[in-house]
């Protein structure tokens, strides 16, 4: 079984960003939100030529792509797939089914995005599959916030994505630094126990995938 990790954040909160440091030799990118990546000069590392860069925001080609690079023997080069964002893939579904009625639509949205988290827990043992998400932050009357993965439909609320990561990082933009938060903090946020000694760790996915080796 491979890893999973959810990065979570509001737009602007270095979401992105923190892939910047990945090896494009071994990694290949899902585009969902079709907006292109956030460092300079990543048209030179992720093309149609290098042959590791989609752009798609449907979840049954997310799907397709992930499982093609688990498992084609000539793709066992691949040991990162980043799906960015998951939102893309929601918003894009339902954009698409907006004239549809019923509760149907709803069921086939949570479906698709469930059996797609669903498969990344079962791919090969050297495989990090990296899931970017918006966030949403719920207040209630006494002033209590709570932040998670903004999701589309309630059955996707009852699905709670965050539980089926065993790693959620929260990306923020705290003083003008780009952090990652490692544990609740009104949030979702979560990583093995022992795996940071920080709450508060730079925002390099490479640094977080080095630390859960042993994980």
């Known amino acids: 079984m491979g890893k999973i990790i959810g990065v979570m954040g509001d ?14 030799k071994t990694t290949f990118y899902i585009d969902c939100d079709k907006k292109g990546l956030s460092w300079k000069g990543w048209k030179q590392n992720y093309n149609d030529k290098t042959k590791n860069y989609t752009k798609t925001d449907k979840p049954q080609v ?4 992930l499982r093609h690079i688990n498992d ?4 066992k080069n691949i040991k990162t797939v980043v799906i960015d964002t998951i939102n893309g893939l929601m918003v ?17 949205l949570a479906q698709s995005i469930y059996d797609l988290v669903d498969y990344a827990l079962t791919v090969r043992d050297d495989l990090t599959v990296i899931f970017v998400a918006h966030t949403q932050t ?3 009357d006494n002033g209590y916030f709570f932040t998670r993965i903004k999701t589309s ?4 609320d009852k699905i709670t994505l965050e539980s089926k990561f ?16 490692t544990q609740a903090n009104f949030s979702t946020a979560k990583t093995p126990l022992g795996a940071f000694e920080s709450k508060e760790i730079d ?10 080796e042993d994980y």
């Open 11 to 24: 737009s602007g909160a270095g979401k992105t960003t923190s892939m910047r440091n990945l090896d494009p």
């Open 62 to 65: 997310a799907l397709q792509a």
């Open 72 to 75: 084609d023997e000539k793709l």
């Open 92 to 108: 894009a579904d339902e954009m698409r089914r907006s004239k549809e009625k019923g509760y149907d639509k709803w069921q086939d």
């Open 138 to 140: 719920e207040h209630d």
């Open 153 to 156: 439909g309630r059955k996707l």
């Open 166 to 181: 065993p790693v959620v990082l929260l990306a923020k933009c705290t003083g003008g630094k780009y952090i990652y938060e």
């Open 203 to 212: 925002n390099d996915i490479v640094e977080v995938i080095k630390a859960l």
